[in-house]
């Protein structure tokens, strides 16, 4: 896919926080909110690739991505990272929780560690970064906080147990906090991801024929790739959606 084209004038200047947004999709994401002339902040872990997503970027756009690292499984790094964007960007008032950990793991062999680090990183941190941001949402008059799930959980995949039960209860959390947050004009929402083919992906998880399986499933018979997932997200961040909270967009090139 090519360059999002739309323009949502409205996320000009806003200011943005995506997690994970040092490669992959959240690395599309922090780049498309940037091309929007968002100012954009993003927490990773991950040196090399975020730094290398910041030299890219700069001079290409309005305002150079802010490269936070923090490890969000420690709810006192990740609060101190939001307040941080806060800070440094001027305001928050758009929150996209896209890190995750979607690695493959044996029901038999899942220990009780395994289990408290994989939630850890795939629903914990959500709640809390969401926590840590609700206050600067305020603070803006309101915003838009949208949640990174998977199709995955409502496949019946086997190997990833306790992945797809927190992507599950990111579902849940989404709607729990809209109900919560929609008073203060605070739009909760989630996306919902098929198979987003990258270099990860390949790299650990995806071959040929798994991708030839995959699209043969789907009504549109092409890759997928994290730059599919930015329009979406864009939309669900600007005043397009304004009416649209506690709700599930699923971009899976026509699975379910």
């Known amino acids: 896919m090519g360059k999002i084209s739309t323009y949502h004038r409205d996320l ?5 926080l995506v997690t994970g947004g040092g490669s992959g999709i959240g690395a599309a994401l922090v ?9 954009v902040a993003f927490i990773d872990v991950a040196d090399e690739p975020s730094q290398q997503l910041v030299t890219r970027l700069s001079g290409t756009v309005a305002h150079p991505p802010l490269y936070l690292k ?4 420690q709810v006192a790094q990740a609060k101190a990272a939001v307040d941080e964007a806060a800070t440094r960007l001027g305001q928050l008032s758009v929150l996209v929780n896209n890190a995750g950990w979607d690695d493959r793991h044996d029901f038999n062999t899942v ?21 840590a941001a609700v206050g600067h ?17 409502m496949r019946n995949m086997s190997e990833m147990p306790v992945y797809t039960t927190a992507k599950a209860g990111i579902i849940g959390l989404t709607k729990s906090l809209a109900g919560k947050l929609g008073p203060e004009n605070i739009r909760v929402n989630a996306i919902m991801p098929g198979m987003i083919v990258t270099e990860r992906q390949e790299r650990l998880w995806l071959n040929k024929d798994k991708i030839a399986a995959m699209q043969a499933g789907q009504c549109l018979k092409r ?3 994290a730059e599919d997932l930015v329009g979406p997200c864009l ?22």
């Open 70 to 73: 923090a490890d969000l499984r």
């Open 137 to 153: 949402l305020r603070a803006s008059s309101g915003g838009s906080i949208i949640n990174f799930s998977s199709i995955a959980f």
């Open 31 to 39: 780049e498309g909110f940037a091309e929007q002339g968002a100012k």
């Open 235 to 256: 939309f669900l961040a600007s005043h397009a959606s304004a009416a649209i909270t506690a709700q599930t967009l699923v971009v899976d090139g026509g699975v379910l």
């Open 111 to 131: 220990t009780e560690d395994y289990w408290d680090r994989s939630t850890a990183i795939n629903l914990k941190q959500v709640f809390f970064v969401s926590q």
């Open 223 to 225: 890759v997928l790739a």
């Open 12 to 16: 000009v200047d806003r200011g943005v």
